[in-house]
């Protein structure tokens, strides 16, 4: 089934602006586009949008109203940091007495390296009472004075008191800057923390607001009524009102559209994505079905800033070979685009006739043992891209996919030099390239105590083919590449949900208090579009840093996809019997709700009790929870408080780390409610019965609980 409907995901990139068509209903994709980034024109990276939808709409054949959902990804707050293209901030201070010398210290902020040779600019001004409007509009102009064009007020202690820095904007309104709170930004405890991150948003502030402004009226008198969303750097997107007050929540967004892609599209629940490029690979987990997040680092300092935890290595598709005394030393992190080379297996096979080797510097200052080719064609690089299509490591149809004769003839010379043949010169090439990506995914297999035997890698990018089916094959993980790799990122901003993440700090918090958190996450992200019906939270209280985290995430509208190519039982038996790694014969069935069926099977050990693996799989085959040893339970929303109680009391575990309730997972409906943030039994049950709220009596429920060790 089709619809006129569509979501468009648009990626603002350095050089060129992607935008896809994803039908609405079955989430297959229908066209794609791609322009110049407009840096230069009067309106910005906004033209490029509205070229990019104007373009994509006349492909696929929709008019602005077929338009159902609208998001962009713009690497713009990223590259004015990094650029040091900021505005001036000014810092309000509030206190008297030590939380005066507290505030006063933080005009140190101004010392904080952007760029070689910038620093972030900022001036101070301090107000010792916050409802004295005269001292505030008197610290006011001496900022403008001083060319600040954007406030920012900070208190110590405003997240639990935030009338003071409240009291400030108020009556530094008439001044006309944009402004912010610290406490707006995050409430979480640390005051030098804390407001670094509010100023730095503060930097971005106008100029991201003068590019949303740009963009929302240009998609309006384009003819769109559906909403603008805007990626965010933790995976998720949220709303362009959203955006104007938090615009720091974009910065490094660019990998998280990617690892977006991979997640809706190849519906990937454990395992790491890699996006390569032509120059760089940037490597981020999926764990249980979730992108993987971190606090981020920012201008050489940790922020509050929740973003994707992406790695990255400069090996990309157009990394250049480089090799010494004989053999192949390493490659990259110099590309063939930057040396301004072409690729010598996109030659044709008449340009490298009498190719002969030779080693360069291919900019000043680098190492002179680059390989390229002087051919009759001219001079060209040997790539890891020339390499993997020499060895057949390219998929027919892949955008980096060339004439293997013409990527071997490439290859003839180096191998000559090496005194081996074509294929294992090619080897040498990939392992090498590869060699440095392997040694980040299994730092993050580690770190992250992924699954290798269900583990995936899955590649995107226009290089994807140049470095996942290597490392596959020399790491023993199953990998592959995602369709249409070659434009994941935009998909991922098309496919993406409403996502919102708050984050308290509350010692000892009771169930009210985390029920309050959770609540205020949900109706977050309802504020900003999502359908109240199908979002979901997943809740996380850390008793060592006393946090309380609630992540919400929903859709714009309820997708309800096609189930025309949903996978039979046989289909869901045999992916969970792969996962499992045993026999299909040796799998039952343990539970099950219209949307996932539950498996299982018995591990027997030696001298040790058995180990009861379960794996959870959806209506199209795919594997979105496994547990290495866990108890399934299937009951009903009515029945369900008092079995829960009954489990809880059973797996809690009681030693010198104190109390320790079973990590909890419920499915309901199409849903998989993940309560194992929660180590306190009494919040614990008190999370699953908020979450089986308004729900029939009847309706089934699935508890698939895991002792904790």
């Not at 297996?345 to 006739?353: I, K, M, Q, S, T």
């Not at 440095?436 to 035997?453: N, S």
């Not at 943030?677 to 089934?700: F, H, I, K, N, T």
């Amino acid at each position: 089934m089709t619809t006129h409907r569509i979501r468009v995901g648009i990626d603002v990139g350095g050089t060129f602006t992607d935008a896809v068509a994803v039908d609405a209903t079955s989430l297959r994709l229908l066209g794609q586009v791609k322009v110049p980034t407009s840096h230069h024109h009067e309106d910005g990276v906004a033209h490029g949008i509205v070229q990019a939808l104007d373009r994509l709409l006349t492909e696929v054949g929709r008019a602005p109203a077929d338009v159902a959902f609208l998001a962009h990804g713009t690497t713009q707050a990223t590259n004015a940091l990094l650029e040091g293209d900021v505005a001036t901030v000014g810092l309000i201070g509030i206190g008297t007495g030590p939380a005066a010398l507290l505030t006063r210290r933080l005009a140190s902020l101004g010392r904080l390296d952007l760029a070689p040779g910038k620093r972030l600019p900022l001036a101070y001004a301090h107000v010792a009472d916050p409802d004295d409007p005269d001292a505030v509009q008197s610290a006011v102009g001496h900022l403008t004075e001083a060319g600040a064009q954007v406030l920012v007020a900070t208190e110590p202690f405003a997240v639990d008191r935030p009338e003071g820095e409240k009291a400030v904007l108020d009556a530094a309104r008439p001044a006309g800057l944009p402004m912010t709170a610290a406490h707006e930004i995050t409430s979480l405890y640390g005051l030098h923390k804390r407001t670094r991150t509010a100023v730095v948003n503060a930097a971005i502030l106008p100029r991201m607001l003068a590019t949303a402004d740009l963009v929302d009226a240009s998609i309006t008198k384009a003819g769109v009524t559906a909403p603008l969303m805007v990626m965010r750097c933790d995976g998720g997107v949220m709303s362009l009102d959203e955006m104007r007050r938090r615009p720091l929540l974009t910065v490094l967004s660019g990998p998280a559209a990617g690892v977006a892609g991979a997640l809706m599209q190849e519906r990937i629940s454990e395992g790491v994505f890699l996006e390569t490029g032509g120059t760089s690979t940037d490597i981020s987990v999926v764990r249980r079905g979730k992108v993987a997040v971190r606090h981020a680092t920012m201008l050489g300092k940790t922020s509050y800033l929740s973003a994707l935890d992406v790695r990255t290595v400069g090996v990309g598709g157009g990394s250049m070979v480089r090799m010494a005394a004989g053999r192949v030393t390493a490659v990259g992190p110099r590309s063939a685009h930057i040396a301004g080379l072409p690729y010598a297996c996109f030659a044709d096979l008449d340009d490298l006739r009498d190719a002969t080797l030779d080693t360069v510097e291919p900019l000043p200052g680098d190492p002179a043992d680059h390989v390229v080719l002087d051919a009759a064609g001219g001079r060209y690089a040997l790539t890891l891209t020339c390499a993997a299509n020499a060895l057949g490591r390219v998929p027919e149809g892949d955008f980096a996919r060339c004439d293997p004769e013409v990527a071997r003839a490439a290859l003839a010379p180096l191998a000559a030099a090496l005194g081996v043949d074509v294929p294992t010169a090619a080897a040498r090439v990939l392992d090498a390239g590869v060699a440095q990506v392997k040694a980040v995914v299994d730092g993050l297999v580690r770190e992250y105590r992924l699954d290798p035997d269900t583990a995936v890698l899955v590649g995107g990018g226009g290089g994807a083919a140049a470095v996942t089916p290597h490392l596959a094959a020399v790491s023993g993980l199953t990998g592959r590449i995602a369709r249409h790799s070659e434009v994941i990122s935009p998909i991922g901003v098309a496919l993406a949900l409403v996502r919102e993440q708050i984050e308290r700090i509350v010692p000892g918090a009771t169930q009210e208090q985390i029920l309050a958190v959770r609540g205020e996450a949900e109706r977050a992200v309802v504020a900003q579009g999502a359908s109240p019906e199908g979002v979901e939270v997943e809740v996380t209280v850390d008793p060592q840093t006393s946090t309380v985290r609630a992540v919400a995430t929903g859709a714009t509208e309820l997708r309800t996809q096609d189930r025309a190519h949903s996978a039979d039982d046989g289909e869901r038996l045999a992916a969970a019997a792969a996962s499992l790694g045993t026999d299909a014969a040796r799998v039952e069935i343990l539970a099950g709700t219209p949307a996932h069926t539950v498996y299982g099977t018995e591990v027997r050990r030696r001298l040790r009790s058995a180990r009861h693996p379960v794996r959870v799989v959806d209506a199209d085959g795919v594997v979105r929870l496994h547990s290495p040893d866990a108890r399934v339970e299937a009951t009903t929303v009515a029945a369900a408080p008092e079995l829960l109680a009954r489990l809880v009391r059973e797996a809690t575990s009681y030693g010198d780390g104190g109390v320790r309730a079973p990590a909890l997972r419920l499915l309901l409906g199409s849903r998989i409610a993940d309560l194992s943030g929660v180590l306190d039994p009494q919040p614990l049950l008190a999370l699953a019965r908020s979450e089986m709220r308004d729900r029939a009596a009847d309706e089934p429920v699935v508890a698939v609980v895991e002792v904790r060790s």
